[in-house]
């Protein structure tokens, strides 16, 4: 009866099984079975042991089976859960509270992308999927929690690439009488950190190139890197002509409504981002384009910001915080004028939030880490989707369906 079961199972099934362990002539353990147990029937085929899952539509829209065929799949995400304990180990170790704040916001704040919009049916109002928590997270500051952190989902309505998913993980964290520069040697020891206890070095091979985390970072504004990495002259990246002159000279396409801050922005994103391959702190950006960010008091056109740059990638965003409620307010008029002219990400003006400014936030620093980037960094991962077990997917065409999907939008910048 037993042999009969055996000849019927396939590859997939589970079985159970009682017998007696012992090794073969080569030493491969094994059972000796004297009885045998169907436990589960595995109604399709698995893939081909030897060649795996290779179609990348399948593994996506099917992660189980891609978890099934490709042993090293399952090890990515061994390893993705592992980099988000040694984050948490590492900031609570430092005294910083974990906490939680709203997925669902009547004003979506914290950063400049469309959000996604949904509705409540029992109160009768319109709610957004939060962009960010950064808002949330500085009242908590207000509140005399002078370091706390989350790591958890964003959502942001735009495209969709190899380094972006609508829906994708962040670590933001926020210390009092901090700024930017404390948290620049704080994101060093954070990575470090990370990638030691993850990877085991200093040093990891991403895409055949070999990065070592190992501080200290190069440091270099907007307008450095422009003429560093990105040839342009310096009397170039000072001006609004200069630069909409170099960006055709380059052939970098640019709206000719675009001021200064604007046209630095575009050209840093076409011409510098790219060949910041080692880990760069990028700095000194227009105030105009930083709504929640302190100005550098020796000159206000910029603010106290970093973006942290690997492998071409944004990996990272901080700023000292701004805290005074009355140029908080100014700016957000200023984002509600911008909106009002056509730009849908403009940031909304949120009065709670200038009301808890206006009780007293200490100096404070915040950072946000995108933690699936980072986790295609540490696991030569070379798309996001990679990295996240279930990402998002148009709908699976079905026999019989004709229509044409459109192609997804082009992705702008987290």
């Not at 436990?39 to 539509?57: A, T």
């Not at 009768?124 to 962009?131: A, E, G």
């Not at 440091?219 to 170099?246: D, F, H, I, K, M």
């Not at 840093?268 to 100005?295: H, N, Y």
Request: glycine content about 6%; hydrophobic content about 40%.
């Amino acid at each position: 009866k037993a042999y009969g079961l055996f000849k019927r199972l396939d590859v997939g099934d589970f079985v159970g099984v009682r017998g007696r362990p012992f090794r073969t002539k080569t030493g491969e353990l094994t059972v000796q079975v004297a009885e045998l147990a169907l436990l589960s029937k595995s109604l399709r085929p698995l893939p081909d042991k030897w060649h795996g899952l290779s179609d990348v539509e399948v593994r996506y829209r099917q992660r189980y089976v891609d978890l099934i065929a490709n042993p090293t799949v399952a090890d990515v995400f061994r390893r993705r859960a592992r980099i988000v304990a040694e984050m948490r180990r590492f900031l609570d170790a430092r005294g910083f509270l974990e906490v939680e704040t709203p997925m669902m916001q009547s004003i979506p704040g914290g950063a400049t992308a469309r959000p996604f919009v949904t509705h409540h049916n029992a109160l009768d109002m319109d709610l957004f999927l939060r962009i960010a928590p950064e808002l949330y997270l500085k009242r908590c500051v207000v509140g005399g929690l002078e370091r706390v952190y989350e790591i958890n989902r964003n959502f942001r309505n735009e495209g969709v690439s190899t380094q972006h998913n609508p829906e994708f993980t962040m670590l933001e964290f926020y210390q009092a009488y901090a700024d930017y520069r404390d948290l620049m040697a704080l994101t060093e020891e954070l990575f470090l950190h990370v990638v030691r206890t993850t990877c085991g070095s200093d040093r990891v091979t991403y895409q055949g190139q070999e990065l070592c985390f190992a501080p200290p970072w190069p440091r270099l504004s907007v307008e450095e890197a422009l003429v560093q990495l990105g040839g342009l002259r310096p009397e170039e990246v000072r001006t609004a002509e200069g630069l909409r002159a170099a960006a055709a000279a380059r052939h970098v396409p640019v709206n000719p409504a675009w001021g200064w801050a604007k046209l630095l922005m575009e050209l840093f994103e076409a011409l510098g981002e790219a060949r910041c391959v080692q880990p760069t702190f990028i700095t000194d950006f227009p105030s105009e384009l930083s709504p929640l960010a302190k100005a550098r008091p020796d000159d206000p056109r910029y603010v106290q910001r970093f973006e942290l740059y690997i492998a071409g990638m944004e990996v990272a965003n901080a700023y000292s915080e701004l805290n005074d409620p009355r140029e908080q307010r100014r700016r957000f008029e200023a984002q509600v004028r911008a909106r009002e002219a056509g730009d849908e990400e403009a940031q909304y003006l949120d009065e709670d939030f200038l009301r808890a400014l206006e009780y007293g936030l200490p100096p404070t620093a915040g950072e946000g880490v995108g933690v699936d980037r980072l986790v295609m960094l540490l696991t030569d991962s070379p798309s996001i989707r990679d990295v996240i077990l279930f990402p998002l997917l148009r709908p699976e065409a079905r026999p019989g369906d004709s229509a044409v999907e459109p192609a997804a939008p082009a992705a702008s910048r987290e």
